[in-house]
Structure formats: C-alpha cells, structure tokens
C-alpha cells in the first residue's frame, strides 16, 4: 500500500505564515491556515494518488523528550493565537473528510510519523512523509520517501528526498543524520551540540571519517607537539623547532615577489640574533614593537646571510600565552583542508565534556592490579596529555583494551565455527592418495 503521512504541524504553520491572514469567517475567525492546509493537502493527493493518509499532530503535554532534557524546545514560543483557534476547525474538517488523524500524549507528531512508515515498510508498502522538518531525513530509506515543503510568498513548493538524492546531498546514509544532529545540535530544539560544528565543519569531519560524537572522541592524535621552556639562540639547533625569548631588534627588510609580501625581523638576545622572515603578513610590520619582547617558535635553520640563525613564518606568544603551553604536550590531528589543528583541539575538548561515557566494563580490583586507568582518563588523556608519562599509561589503557576485545573476537570466532558443518571434506580415492604422498610436508 502506498501511504501518505503528514506532519500536520508543520505544515499548518506554512500554510498560515505563507497565506494572508485577512481571511476570516463573517464571525472573525482567522481562516487563512485552514485555507492554506487544504489547497496543499488537495495538491499532494493529486501528485502521489496515495492509497491510505494520515495527519498527525502534536499535542500540548510534554513529551518523554522534555522529560528527559527539561530544556528541550525551551526557547520556542506559544502558538499565535490566530493560528490556536484554527486547529480545533481544521480537526474537525479532516474528520469530516474521513481523514485518519493521530495524536498520542507523550509523543510527537515525528515519532508517529517515523512509525507509520515503520510499520508500512515491514508490511511491503511505500510511504511518502510530507513535512517541512529536516529532522524526518533521517526516515528516508528503500520504503520511504520525505517530501519536504516549504513556503514561499504564498507559493508552496515540494521537494522529494530519497536515499540517493540524500546521499548526494550530505555525502552519507540518511540514519546517519541522527549523528549529524548529535554533533551539531539544533538549534530549533534547543538541543546543544558540539559548539562550533555547523554543516560546513561537518562535512569536513566527513572526510575524516568522523560522524559522531563518539567518532570525534575515537579520533586520536596522530603525534603531540612538545612545549619546552624557551632557549637561548646560542642553543639553537638547526632543524629543530624551539622557542626563543628574544626582543625585536630592527626590521630588515620587505618586499613583494608577485603576491608574495616577504618581511624580515631581526630579534636577539645577549646570546646572538635570529633573523625571522614572515610571508603575507604586513600587519607584522605594525604590530611587532621596535624594543618588544616575544617568544619565537619554530624550525631553525641554518646561519644564512650574515651568519645569523634563520625561522621562517615562526609562531608569535606573549610570555604569558607561552607559559601556559610550556611544559605541555600539544596534540596534532589528522587534517583536512578547510580544517585547522585548533579547530579539531577545540571540537574535541567540547565532545568529551559533554560525552556520556558507556559504563567502565572492567572491575576496580582488576584495574588496580594491572594498573590501567579507566576508560574516561584515558581518552581524556589521549587528547590532552600533560606529561609522556601520562601519554604512556594512557596508551597502556587504549592499547590494552584492543588487544582485549581481539582476542574475544577470535575466542568467539572458534566458538562459532565449531558449530558449522565441516563443508571441505578432503576427497576420498586412489588421485587423493597419491597427491598427499607427494606433499614435502604431513596433513
């Protein structure tokens, strides 16, 4: 059976924000709504002829969602009362229309919707979700079809989303935008998210392979960067990256090489003199202070021009952004382009303080005694490890839970296959014979 279900709320609320509200009964009853729910509802029974059709809607008591997050839907407010004395006429004309109508107190019109589909889909049939929501994209799959609408200068339009127009889309499988909600949050619903991930970092992260939350927080780092103290220049050694407190001499030179701006920096202390050269970055020439002083970090090269150690497009801290870095390991990410290491830090930091941990499946006992932190310290300190040593136990813990749960893969792997039938039975007769005498080794 081919059914269409409807997300009455939703498009009731287009139909009276997309139509003009001077339409009233002679009594004054706003009508505009009514109007416009019916000439989009008549117009989607002329484009899908479906077989069966159900509206759902919303009702006013909380939902198992408000209960669970008091917060949720916090910041909507009431429905205009032009729209509230609309909505008990307009359930009167589908009933008299012999329209199946759904509410359930404690649910939403989504999951009434979702469960319909559910159900059609089980028993063979297609349906078509109309609704003007992006959160149902997440129901789309082989049976169901969202048709999403939306509202214009009184015009309607419709689009159909299937699993192939979504997988162009968003580049992924539509249940995964249950994921892609968890990361983001929404707004809408109030509902917080990874701050600072929107559609475009998501789609970012997409190429990394990171779709949840639960991706971000698996996503280690690929190395660390080692903060030390600052050093002075006669310690230096070419190609290794250092920091060097030093105060800002002269500037030495700029030029422009095509769309290449070039500015050279000397700086020193009473050690030697480092010559910096920093690329399109003329703001440098403004805010670096003749007499300033600053910490330098980067890649030293050899003395160059001058016999001066060079660093080419250093970092640039105060003393007091360095001394909160010194000392500490910074962790380096996988990269994208569009995507920088600090982004990913900040995203990360924001996952695991509002990721709910699954329960830590090894006994106290048992992880004193092998000493292994828990599940929660160790990816806490994965990401933001403050010494090697903490690295190293964190690792320990990671490391160990893999070897861990291959083992019970390959345990469970045996247990199953002894329950197979045996279906490569050596063959029997004298060519058999004869070939396994020929093996240079014993079956």
């Given amino acids: 059976m081919k059914l269409m279900v409807i997300d009455g709320n939703s498009i009731v609320n287009r139909a009276f924000y997309g139509v003009s509200q001077n339409l009233t009964t002679q009594e004054g009853l706003p009508t505009n709504a009514i109007f416009g729910f019916l000439n989009i509802l008549f117009k989607l029974l002329d484009e899908e002829q479906p077989q069966g059709l159900a509206v759902a809607f919303d009702m006013r008591a909380p939902t198992f969602r408000h209960k669970a997050f ?53 028993q063979g049939g297609d349906t078509v979700i109309v609704t003007g929501d992006k959160d149902a994209l997440q129901l789309v799959d082989g049976s169901t079809t969202v048709k999403l609408v939306s509202t214009r200068m009184g015009q309607t339009t419709t689009r ?133 002083f600053y910490i330098f970090r980067g890649r030293v090269s050899g003395s160059g021009e001058g016999c001066f150690l060079r660093m080419e497009q250093p970092k640039i801290y105060s003393m007091e952004e360095y001394s909160r870095l010194a000392g500490h390991l910074v962790p380096l990410y996988s990269l994208t382009k569009g995507l920088t290491n600090q982004a990913i830090q900040k995203c990360v930091r924001q996952a695991l303080a509002g990721y709910v941990f699954e329960e830590e499946y090894y006994s106290q006992e048992f992880l004193r005694e092998n000493q292994l932190l828990s599940r929660r310290e160790a990816l806490e300190t ?58 240079p080794f014993p079956l």
């Fill in 382 to 439: 994965i990401h933001f490890p403050t010494t090697t040593q903490d690295l190293t136990q964190a690792r320990k813990r990671i490391v160990f839970d893999e070897f861990f749960f291959f083992l019970l893969r390959l345990r469970r792997n045996r247990e199953e296959d002894g329950q197979l039938p045996n279906r490569y039975r050596a063959a029997d007769g004298a060519p058999a014979d004869r070939f396994l005498e020929q093996l």
């Fill in 160 to 292: 159909n989303v299937t699993p192939e127009e979504f997988r162009a889309e968003y580049g992924f499988d539509p249940i995964h935008m249950i994921d892609l909600k968890a990361l983001m949050g929404d707004s809408s619903d109030n509902i917080p998210g990874v701050k600072g991930v929107g559609e475009k970092t998501q789609k970012l992260f997409e190429k990394l392979d990171i779709r949840t939350v639960g991706d971000l927080v698996d996503t280690y780092p690929r190395d660390y960067d080692a903060f030390r103290e600052p050093e002075k220049i006669r310690q230096a050694a070419p190609g290794e990256v250092c920091a060097i407190h030093g105060v800002v001499r002269c500037i030495t030179g700029e030029k422009r090489v095509g769309n290449l701006y070039i500015l050279s920096v000397d700086a020193g202390d009473e050690t030697g003199t480092l010559r910096l050269t920093f690329y399109n970055m003329p703001f440098l020439k403004k805010t670096l202070r003749r007499g300033g």
């Fill in 70 to 122: 008091a917060e949720y839907k916090a910041q909507r407010k009431g429905m205009p009362e032009e729209l509230a004395v609309q909505m008990p006429v307009l359930k009167d004309v589908l009933d008299a229309m012999n329209i199946r109508r759904c509410e359930l107190e404690g649910w939403e019109a989504d999951d009434l919707l979702g469960t319909m589909a559910r159900r059609n889909g089980e």
